[in-house]
């Protein structure tokens, strides 16, 4: 586990026979963090989970904002070599995406992680044509301190690169002047605040077939996505929330 820009990534190694998917929440107690704070263990959001054909041995990455208890306590600390810890869970199950023609992930800060975990789903069930999806976008508002580790870097690539252009795949970070885009580029890059209510409607008047509006953010920009599909009352849209924790809370954007 090593902190980074304010976000807490976990690492776990997990035995065969625990199955965890990506969309899951686990908790994590480290006992040399002390019994006290068993009392006080947050959800933490599984990203990946990628496991070994040899072994069956499975590696989950997680991700939280210090925010609460232990997960405060870890981000404080330095912690330079493996350390043995206890994996409740998994908690919950993920959304099944599958039946929709067009999705949209509005989402904030770390919100990110559980919109690329479900697209790296997408990506693999399309390839055994088991989802409708022909267009898939993320519409982040990034934290100006955000910083992402090298494996997130690798992951997002492969991800990628396992599409094959399946579905039409984008990702707008937003975060001040628009730059220039490139012809056949995946990803889309601008630099200002971004407008949820207009962003949003500019993919519903896109849309191809049902269509699933996913929101990981804050309070503002959940309002915003509702007053968008609000703004559109005959086109096929279902709003999905989804958070990070119940303890969660996002930065003021």
Request: proline share 6%; with cysteine; charged share 25%.
């Amino acid at each position: 586990m090593w902190p980074s820009g304010g976000v807490l990534w976990v690492e776990v190694r997990l035995p065969y026979r625990r199955d965890v998917r990506p969309g899951q929440f686990v908790q994590v107690w480290v006992p040399c963090a002390g019994c006290r704070v068993f009392t006080q263990l947050a959800l933490l959001y599984v990203v990946v989970a990628e496991r070994e054909k040899t072994t069956r041995e499975s590696t989950i990455r997680m991700v939280a904002r210090p925010q609460r208890g232990l997960i405060d306590i870890l981000y404080r600390s330095s912690f330079t070599r493996p350390r043995p810890v206890a994996i409740l869970g998994p908690y919950g199950r993920p959304h099944n995406f599958a039946p929709y023609g067009t999705i949209v992930f509005a989402v904030e800060d770390i919100g990110i992680f559980r919109a690329l975990s479900y697209i790296g789903m997408l990506v693999e069930d399309s390839r055994k044509r088991q989802v409708m999806a022909r267009k898939v976008e993320i519409v982040w508002q990034r934290d100006k301190a955000f910083e992402n580790p090298e494996w997130f870097k690798i992951w997002r690539q492969e991800l990628m690169d396992l599409d094959y252009n399946s579905f039409e795949l984008q990702t707008e970070a937003i975060n001040q002047a628009r730059l220039p885009r490139k012809i056949g580029e995946r990803i889309l890059v601008y630099n200002r605040s971004v407008d949820f209510t207009e962003e949003i409607s500019r993919c519903l008047d896109e849309q191809c077939g049902e269509m699933a509006v996913a929101v990981c953010a804050g309070s503002h920009a959940r309002e915003c996505v509702k007053k968008a599909v609000q703004l559109h009352p005959y086109k096929r849209a279902q709003i999905v929330e989804l958070d990070m924790g119940p303890y969660h809370t996002w930065p003021s954007t």
